[in-house]
């Protein structure tokens, strides 16, 4: 067991680990933030997606200790102070980006890293970007509404179906 | 004027706000005090005789606590089968047993050999891998045909591999052939409808508790339907009644039918937390999952099409095997049959239909009910074989349709099912309209100015949903009552709880049911929670699946408010001095016909918990009633969907331009969560018809058993799609008039999907009249490069 250190959501915390502990594992097990979900083996679904020092991470296919020392944002860390619903998940909300919520965190924390980099970015470039990001329920058309939308961008041409 | 709440209203979920922030509670976000982990060693060959198990070093290893094989089920029930399937010449079909863990034989890659509990699950994988099998590899048999034509038996108690023939309607058979042999035109279609997984996003997890001072065990489990899972578990596997046994589904993250069936390791872990007393929880790899959840679909399916020469319709032949794996899953026997061969009418008057379906074990996973289960078997082959019937005889695919549809109503179809209500023609109009499929050849110029070739694919369907009727599914087999339930439970201050036995994981019935009751009563949605999930606080109710929560259990909801209303009144007419006959209830106030007297929704629920002045001696004081609600038919959605594509004739990459998608689901609640349901829907059908496939090797190794292989539907696969569901000739039965909207998308889209690429490439000069899903770009480029 080693002891690991770091800021998640803005809170130092630490906690032993083994060498093969998972950031997944940790954030769940070790943190109780059960927010980040695990859907895969083989770091292709994006359900466990956060942030480590502002760069969207899939947090299975880092170790605990690969993250000593870093700032760690999970989904339990995006809504706004007052404990509203940040700008993407209220978008999420707004557009109907979720069904059954399991791939939700990762889509949200994703979706948070692209706009960060690319404030406007086209529907293709959504669509591209969410590529480590698999759902299962919503067939992606409600996800990339809502990620447009938080952008800013208009998609009352979208909904008019 | 979209309404802004109750029956109409695309409310927001309310559900999102906890999935958005992290707080949803899902199976494996349950840990217990004191909680063992188990790890399921699983068979890595096909076929095998278990000679030994030696866990001796494995049980000395560090956290381990017990380790368990099939030995220590001898004497425990094995999973049953809930539904039983009589044969073409009456016989019961051939049903083998399903141990928990194996016993004697493995016969599928991933069938659990052995269990071990641990301290956590690195000690429990740790020691997995410690324990020393000797297994006889045997030859293994995945392909049907050869299973049937005297390939190695997969139970060597059964007869053979054949687990029924079934003939339907058997009576229909001889005319049926008469039929085509006076046809003026018969068209012929062979072709496969794959292996799929199911792959909800949340793996399936188990978590057994139990409580020695009382002897009540729990199981927390990603179940559609934890009172069955209770019922079958209980009383079929390891003796426990139901007034001892607790389960609960919590947030469960999709299903798709995967999560309907009692699995072995919801067993495993409520035995193993009474073997070893404490907690015991399973959660599976995304890998195990690929290896144990049921898959779907694999019918090889042989049809035919009789018509006269002006193309109409005279008969339909088909003939399919239908893959059950190694053994019967929960409800695999009525997939291939009941939900299948009563739906090849489709949305015509053929008027004779006879379907052969051979249901056949190989050394593969289950098979079972995944997304539109039997339907989209039956519609992909249907609308095939009209498509390929359309352009040999010259006839536009279209108006072949049209010239068929089923236009009276009620109509009862040669298999033994009656369409209640639908316009055929309103939903083909309305898709035509909303796919411009005027425009298409413009696009269509378009697209060959850069070197695509575009094609156009329609397709029609129909699916019975809401399943269903008791009295019918009993004398089709169904060793279950498919009823559903509701209590409303009203209290004081006017706020109420709704608990079903429907369970929600991802259709947003907390946000949509409550639409319902707050339009009868007429107070705000807040007011109403949906509780499900929990034997413990809700009644006896079969679960969500056949897009049947609304149309079986919101009917159920319906008519305990009804009950709820009627003595409402009652109280309020003594509130008000009058007589229950004479009181209406409107927006939440109780008023005397005719009057200005009032009485307000909470005045009256306040009365029944505080009945000072009650009539008691003819009203008990409370206000909550329970309702079971039966249907009397399944309920027929249906529709049409537009797909148009592009094929680049360099590598016969297939992509989505356009989908258009015109359903008719009768009245809807809730229009956003209805379109939800139908885009997620379409990924799934386009998923099977571009992308997905669960490949097996000849000697039964899944190829295809990670995200890296299997080829699930990414956000740049698919596109926008257009959906409508104007068109609404509402359910005559229920009293919602709604008929489910769930599987609809995964039902329609592939045959749409199949028939536009067929048509790109028809129309560049291209003789292929099909391809087998799904359409890889190795298999489109292959079959135009002849």
């Given at each position: 067991m080693t002891t690991v250190s770091m800021t998640v959501n803005g809170k130092s915390v630490s906690g032993d680990v083994e060498g093969r502990t998972l950031l997944s594992a940790f954030l769940r097990e070790g943190q109780g933030l059960t927010g980040t979900h695990v859907g895969c083996d083989t770091s292709q679904c994006g359900s466990c997606v956060v942030h480590v020092n502002g760069a969207a991470v899939k947090s299975c296919t880092l170790f605990a200790l690969e993250a000593d020392g870093a700032e760690v944002t999970t989904i339990e860390g995006m809504a706004n102070a007052d404990g509203s619903l940040g700008t993407i998940q209220q978008a999420f909300q707004d557009y109907h980006g979720l069904q059954c919520g399991f791939c939700t965190p990762g889509m949200v924390m994703s979706a948070a890293a692209l706009l960060k980099d690319n404030p406007k970015p086209t529907e293709a470039e959504v669509r591209h970007y969410l590529e480590g990001n698999i759902c299962r329920c919503t067939g992606y058309h409600n996800i990339v509404k809502a990620i447009m939308a938080a952008s800013g961008q208009d998609v009352v041409a979208v909904a008019a179906e | 004027m979209p309404k802004d709440s109750g029956i109409g209203a695309s409310s927001k979920r309310r559900e999102d706000v906890r999935f958005l922030t992290g707080r949803g509670k899902y199976t494996d976000d349950i840990n217990l005090r004191g909680q063992a982990y188990v790890h399921f060693l699983r068979s890595d060959v096909a076929h095998g005789r278990i000679n030994g198990i030696d866990t001796g070093e494995a049980a000395a290893m560090p956290g381990v606590v017990r380790i368990f094989t099939g030995a220590d089920f001898e004497g425990v029930g094995g999973l049953p089968c809930g539904w039983q399937v009589t044969d073409r010449h009456g016989n019961p079909m051939q049903e083998p047993a399903h141990p928990i863990l194996a016993q004697g034989k493995v016969r599928h890659v991933g069938d659990p050999i052995a269990a071990v509990v641990a301290d956590s699950y690195a000690q429990a994988r740790d020691a997995a891998e410690a324990i020393v099998l000797d297994i006889e590899e045997l030859p293994a048999v995945i392909d049907m045909k050869a299973a049937v034509e005297g390939g190695p038996k997969v139970h060597d108690d059964l007869e053979s591999n054949l687990c029924y023939d079934w003939g339907f309607v058997e009576e229909n058979k001889d005319a049926v052939n008469a039929a085509f042999e006076a046809a003026a035109h018969v068209t012929t279609l062979e072709l496969k409808n794959q292996r799929l997984v199911a792959n909800p996003m949340e793996p399936r997890v188990a978590v057994g508790d139990y409580a020695p001072g009382t002897g009540d065990s729990t199981l927390y489990t990603t179940s559609q339907n934890p009172h069955v899972i209770r019922l079958l578990m209980g009383a079929f596997v390891l003796g426990i009644p139901e007034h001892k046994l607790r389960v609960v589904a919590p947030d469960v993250g999709g299903g798709f039918g995967s999560k309907i069936f009692h699995y072995a390791e919801e067993a495993f872990c409520t035995f193993a937390a009474k073997a070893i007393e404490r907690p015991v929880k399973w959660t599976s790899s995304r890998s195990e999952a690929f290896m144990s959840d049921a898959h779907g679909r694999d019918h090889v399916t042989k049809i035919e099409l009789a018509l006269d020469a002006d193309g109409m319709f005279q008969a339909i032949r088909t003939e399919t095997f239908a893959n059950m794996g190694a053994y019967l899953s929960t409800f695999a026997p009525s997939v291939p049959t009941w939900l299948h061969g009563t739906l090849m009418a489709g949305n015509y008057k053929t008027p004779l239909i006879y379907v052969n379906v051979k249901a056949v074990f190989t050394n593969t996973v289950p098979v079972d009910a995944y997304r539109g289960a039997g339907r989209p078997e039956a519609t992909f082959q249907l609308e095939r074989v009209i498509d390929k019937a359309a352009r040999e005889m010259g006839i536009d695919p279209v108006e072949l349709r049209r010239k068929n549809f089923i236009t009276e109503f009620p109509y009862a179809t040669p298999v033994a099912v009656e369409y209640d209500t639908g316009d055929y023609n309103a939903t083909l109009d309305k898709a035509l309209e909303v796919a411009d499929v005027s425009g298409f050849e413009a696009r269509r110029a378009a697209s060959a100015a850069k070197g695509k070739w575009r094609g156009l694919g329609l397709n029609c369907y129909i699916e019975a949903c809401g399943i269903a009727p008791s009295a019918l599914v009993g004398q089709l087999g169904a060793r279950a009552g498919l009823y559903e339930s509701a209590t409303v439970r009203v209290n004081a201050t006017g706020g109420l709880v709704v608990m079903t036995g429907s369970h929600s994981h991802g259709q947003g019935h907390e946000t949509a049911f409550p639409q319902v009751i707050a339009e009868m009563?007429?107070?705000?949605?807040?007011?109403i929670e949906i509780v499900h999930g929990d034997t413990a606080n809700s009644p006896m109710g079969m679960g969500t699946y056949g897009s049947r929560s609304l149309a079986v259990g919101g009917s159920a909801m319906v008519r305990a408010t009804e009950k709820i209303i009627n003595k409402a009144k009652k109280i309020a007419a003594h509130l008000l001095e009058a007589s229950d006959a004479d009181i209406e209830l409107k927006d939440g106030q109780f008023s005397v016909a005719g009057t200005d007297k009032s009485v307000a929704w909470g005045d009256v629920t306040l009365a029944a918990y505080v009945p000072h002045n009650y009539p008691l001696e003819d009203l008990e004081p409370g206000l909550e009633e329970t309702a079971f609600y039966d249907p009397s038919n399944f309920t027929y959605p249906a529709g049409t969907y537009i797909c148009e594509v592009e094929v680049d004739p360099d590598t016969g990459k297939v992509s989505i331009e356009r989908f258009t998608a015109a359903d008719d689901?009768?009245?809807?609640?809730?229009p956003m969560i209805v379109e939800g349901q139908v885009h997620g829907g379409l990924a799934q059908g386009i998923g099977q018809a571009l992308l997905e496939s669960c490949v097996y090797d000849a000697n039964g190794q899944?190829?295809?058993?990670?995200y890296m292989d299997y080829a699930m539907p990414r956000a740049d696969d698919v596109p926008y799609y257009s959906v409508d569901h104007s068109c609404q000739t509402p359910?005559?039965?229920?009293?919602?008039g709604v008929k489910g909207c769930g599987e609809a998308g995964a039902i329609g889209s592939p045959p749409a999907v199949v028939n536009a690429v067929v048509d790109a490439l028809q129309r560049n000069g291209k003789d292929v009249t099909h391809i087998d899903m799904p359409l890889s770009p190795a298999r489109v480029w292959a079959a135009m490069n002849g």
């Open positions: - | 009563i007429g107070i705000d949605e807040s007011m689901f009768g009245n809807v609640v809730n899944i190829l295809s058993a990670s359910c005559t039965h229920n009293p919602l």
